[in-house]
């Protein structure tokens, strides 16, 4: 089997391929192009995205050639897969943001000093933005048919609900396979990378090739990843885990890391870390601990740096030592004026924009969950006075996890 190939199956990236032995032929054979494309509907990618972004790396350590498409034209139609209702279309203005951010983010993952490796950046609005309507049904369109559209899960599942599926969603397949013809055209790309509920979409694109150009192309996808509790990945119970620092801490990101299930450790260091798959087999009988630390370590070096990961763990430590508010930890600044209002326990909380649900916050509390300073906060009524900070400083901890540190300015 080709290497690329097999330590995509060491490392749990593979789901489906067309054509497996042929394209493995051919990764024997030459170095080659590929493509993921990437959402853009919201300023930064989050953990959802990190398997793919890891097989783009992946592609480049056996020196091929990553191609990032960044949707800026399909990011204005919206992508049915896995969702069960039309999403928001957003403004240009937001999308030529969200692109920019995105792929600033994308800049931290990538290697873009070798020419041979580093990555090329599209926009598929640069061919879609002047498509003839009536050429592109007639050199395009009639590739495709109706009742094979049908099959496919992005559209049978929401018909099948009797979900609202508009006309605009439904050419979204469409025009994913003409990306991947573009990209052929221009670029030579002969691969995609997706998530498994984009195989329809992968297929239909191989196809087109095929059909149009008799070029013969290739489609590759990964698993839908979950945690060990069935959640989604990326998701938690306090919101999206962000890969952008504006939205979530270097010291937040290190402490995903660190608290995820024992089950999901050795897996998560193979997807989403570069140490060697026999480095990480030769670690299952460590101590499940260090294990998860060199899980945050890596992962957070990633992609904030080894400055960064050093200072969250040091953070981590001093914030549980309980001796320490901990220089490292993330903080939040609140005016000394505030604190003459009489600011209870949940206006801080609020403040701090650690919860934004007064609600939970009382559940938190009643559970003895929320500290000041180390000491569980009595009830929702505790006022926050400056007696509580030293030099201006108090540390918020909500949970055995979550630790912030409050500054007076």
Known sequence: MNKFLKEFKDRGYFYQCTSEADLSNLLDKEKIKAYIGFDCTAESLHVGS??????????????HRPIVLLGGGTTRIGDPSGKDKTRKILDENEIEKNIKNIQNILKKFLDSDDPNTSPIYVNNYTWLKDLNYISFLRDIGKH???????????VKLRLEREQSLSYMEFNYMILQAYDFLELNKKENCVLQIGGSDQWGNIVN???????????????????????ATGAK??????????????????????????????????????????IDISEINALEEKNINELKILLANKATAMLHGEDAAQNSEQAAKEAFSGNSLGSNLPSVKIETKQ?????????????????????EIRRLIKGKAIKINDAVVPDEKFIINQELFTENYLKL?????????????
């Open 50 to 63: 990190l398997l793919q972004i890891m097989c783009l790396r992946l592609l480049q350590k056996n020196g």
């Open 144 to 154: 495709f048919t109706i009742n094979r559209m049908l099959t496919f899960d992005s």
């Open 205 to 227: 694109g191989v196809e087109l090739i095929k059909r149009y150009s008799n070029n013969q192309t290739y489609g590759l996808t990964t698993p839908l990843i979950t945690l």
């Open 233 to 274: 990945m990326g998701k938690t119970e306090n919101g999206a885990i962000w890969l952008d620092e504006k939205y979530l801490s270097a010291y937040d990101y290190w402490q995903f890391w660190r608290n995820v299930d024992d089950r999901d450790v050795i897996k998560f260091l193979k997807m989403f870390t570069d």
């Open 339 to 359: 604190l003459e209002n009489n600011v209870n326990i949940i206006d801080l909380i609020i403040l701090s924009k650690a919860e934004n649900s007064k609600s």
């Open 397 to 409: 901890s909500i949970g055995k996890k979550r630790h912030i540190k409050i500054e007076l300015s």
